[in-house]
Each structure stands twice: as structure tokens, then as C-alpha cells.
């Protein structure tokens, strides 16, 4: 059976109940994982005025996006050196 795509956090229970370290742990790796995809997205979002408001077809704003993520990269000095 393949792994969920979509990992959602595990819910307080109810009453005085506490989740257990390893589900505190999985939350918390959960956090640390979705925080640098929305510092990413929020970049992007921010830099590229034209990402806010688009209204193109979505297989169109794949690679408008892809095109904004190069050039921030390159902006930034993120890509790799070219032989």
C-alpha cells in the first residue's frame, strides 16, 4: 500500500488527554515541513505581483510559477553553478 500524499496533523483528544511523544513529534516535523513550503510560496507570491492575481487556465499557471520560481532562485543565487 502506497504512503497518503496528504498528511494532515493528529488532533488533540478530547478532555485531559495528551497526544503522545511520537504524535507530538510527527505534528511538529508536520509544522517544520508545511512552514518552508508557505515561506516559499508567500516569496513568490510577494515578488511576483502577478502571481496574486491571476486568472489563467491551471495548466498555465504551472509554468508561470515554475518561471518565477527560476528567476527568484536566480535572483537569489540558489542555482547551481553552470559548466
Known amino acids: 500500500m502506497l504512503p497518503p500524499l496528504i498528511h494532515t496533523p493528529i488532533k488533540q483528544p ?29 516569496l513568490l507570491k510577494g515578488r511576483w505581483r502577478t502571481l496574486q492575481h491571476i486568472t489563467v487556465s491551471p495548466g498555465r499557471i504551472g509554468d508561470i510559477a515554475r518561471a518565477a520560481l527560476v528567476l527568484t532562485h536566480f535572483e537569489h543565487n540558489y542555482l547551481p553553478a553552470i559548466r
Open 14 to 42: 478530547e478532555g485531559n488527554q495528551i497526544l503522545s511523544p511520537d504524535n507530538r513529534t510527527y505534528n511538529r516535523l508536520l509544522r517544520a515541513l508545511r512552514c518552508l513550503g508557505e515561506r516559499g510560496f508567500a
